[in-house]
């Protein structure tokens, strides 16, 4: 593994049915981040967490959860997915040490019918 | 509440030079961002500018005023494989981002 890497690529779920999209980072970033990408709208923060052990809310955190139990892994569940879920997902890390720029994954396409 | 604004969309001619405008207002201020996103693709790193001035690398140059909540990204010598989306994020004073819609960019022969 070389960076920031989701899975899976792209999915189409039925609604009500329960979703994790996975996250893994293997440049040790104690922050990392769920945004997602909907058209004509900028990327928004659905969680976050700044160090292994820690998540926070951000702007859209409804209908979703997510778990830092170490470092490397942050996965993010829809618990019941819903059609207004439906999106481009990016996970990203970032080193807060640094200029806390972010590395972004290459993005999951989750349909929801 | 805090907005970021930028253009939706511009066109600019191979070669040619192109100002990519962004104005902000956040609750505090630490650090702006310009990240390139090519179409289906993630978004990549271009520039960071926390103190006022101009910030060169390449072709690229990102310039910001903190007093105006402005800055701009400006592309030279562009070639075709820029055509793509500019986002511009602002970090606030909780260290969050605050991103802007993006500006899609499309460069023409």
């Known amino acids: 593994i070389a960076g920031i890497t989701q899975a899976p690529t792209s999915q189409i779920l039925a609604a009500g049915r329960r979703m994790t999209l996975r996250c893994t980072q293997d440049m040790r970033h104690n922050a990392m981040y769920w945004y997602r990408q909907d058209l004509g709208l900028g990327l928004r923060l659905i969680h976050y967490s700044n160090t292994a052990g820690t998540t926070g809310k951000g702007e859209v955190p409804d209908g979703y959860s997510v778990s830092r139990a170490n470092t490397d892994d942050f996965p993010l569940t829809l618990a019941s997915a819903v059609p207004s879920q439906t999106s481009v997902y990016f996970c990203a890390s970032s080193d807060r040490a640094s200029t806390g720029e972010l590395f972004f994954g290459e993005g999951s396409r989750l349909t929801v019918l | 509440g805090q907005n970021i604004d930028q253009p939706t969309e511009m066109t600019a001619t191979e070669g040619a030079i192109v100002q990519i405008n962004c104005t902000y207002q956040t609750s505090g201020f630490n650090g702006l961002f310009w990240y390139q996103q090519h179409a289906g693709e993630a978004p990549t790193f271009l520039s960071y500018?926390?103190l006022d001035g101009l910030e060169e690398k390449g072709r690229f140059s990102s310039f910001l005023s903190r007093s105006k909540g402005y800055s701009y990204l400006l592309l030279k010598e562009l070639q075709m494989k820029d055509s793509a989306s500019y986002l511009c994020?602002?970090?606030?004073?909780?260290?969050?981002?605050?991103w802007g819609a993006g500006t899609k960019l499309i460069i023409k022969p």
């Open positions: 500018n926390v």
């Open positions: 994020a602002v970090r606030d004073s909780n260290y969050q981002l605050i």
